[in-house]
T-cell receptor
Framework: GAGVSQSPSNKVTEKGKDVELRCDPI?????LYWYRQSLGQGLEFLIY????????KSGLPSDRFSAERTGGSVSTLTIQRTQQEDSAVYLC??????????????FGPGTRLTVL | QKEVEQDPGPLSVPEGAIVSLNCTYS??????FMWYRQYSRKGPELLMY????GNKEDGRFTAQVDKSSKYISLFIRDSQPSDSATYLC???????????FGSGTQLTVLP
């Protein structure tokens, strides 16, 4: 079956512009996660959705970052007024049920964001 | 100090070698421990997970957890060039659902 998909695969933008990154989780997965992977910081958690709610937004680095999830499926991560330090690979993952103590997270291929 | 520290690498070994990858963690609330493998330009994929202390074997891979020393290991026997990837240890802290990752070790297995 289809895995987690993300679009675009690559995004180059100019400093100060807004960007939207999209994630399509595996069908039926209620939990969705956004992570960021950069050379200096490794893989860092950004936000977690259970259904359409986000019980944990603790990883969002600033108020320029926001995310939403609609219909318990697709999620969009928005970065406003992008800065060069936002350059990273943004990874989305989904799992069957985030309320259980352990659930395997399946990752998408990521969106590589470059801010010039 | 990061909650999960991982040997920095990169690591280069000849085909057939036994590989040892290691992490330490500081949060006593960690109970599940995962190893993810990430090929270049791909997302991480789960290789193995263990619960609490002990060993778990899957083919050529063995995951080991020692909670008393807060030490996590992944052993790869008879390493193959196809094992060349970045290996990431991870754990969900306490009741949290997101994963805390180590920085990753880049492994190259030379034919």
């Amino acid at each position: 079956g289809a895995g987690v998909s993300q679009s675009p695969s690559n995004k180059v933008t100019e400093k100060g512009k807004d960007v939207e990154l999209r994630c399509d989780p595996i069908s039926g997965h209620t939990a969705l996660y956004w992570y960021r992977q950069s050379l200096g910081q490794g893989l860092e958690f950004l936000i977690y959705f259970q259904g359409n709610s986000a019980p944990d937004k603790s990883g969002l680095p600033s108020d320029r970052f926001s995310a939403e999830r609609t219909g318990g499926s697709v999620s969009t991560l928005t970065i406003q007024r992008t800065q060069q330090e936002d350059s990273a690979v943004y990874l989305c993952a989904s799992s069957l049920d985030g309320t259980l103590s352990y659930n395997e997270q399946f990752f998408g291929p990521g969106t590589r964001l470059t801010v010039l | 100090q990061k909650e999960v520290e991982q040997d920095p690498g990169p690591l280069s070994v000849p085909e057939g070698a036994i590989v040892s990858l290691n992490c330490t963690y500081s949060n006593s609330a960690f109970q599940y421990f995962m190893w993810y493998r990430q090929y270049s330009r791909k997302g991480p994929e789960l290789l193995m997970y263990t619960y609490s202390s002990g060993n778990k074997e899957d083919g050529r891979f063995t995951a080991q957890v020692d909670k008393s020393s807060k030490y996590i290991s992944l052993f790869i026997r008879d390493s193959q060039p196809s094992d060349s990837a970045t290996y990431l240890c991870a754990s969900p802290p306490g009741s949290a659902r997101q994963l805390t990752f180590g920085s990753g070790t880049q492994l190259t297995v030379l034919p």
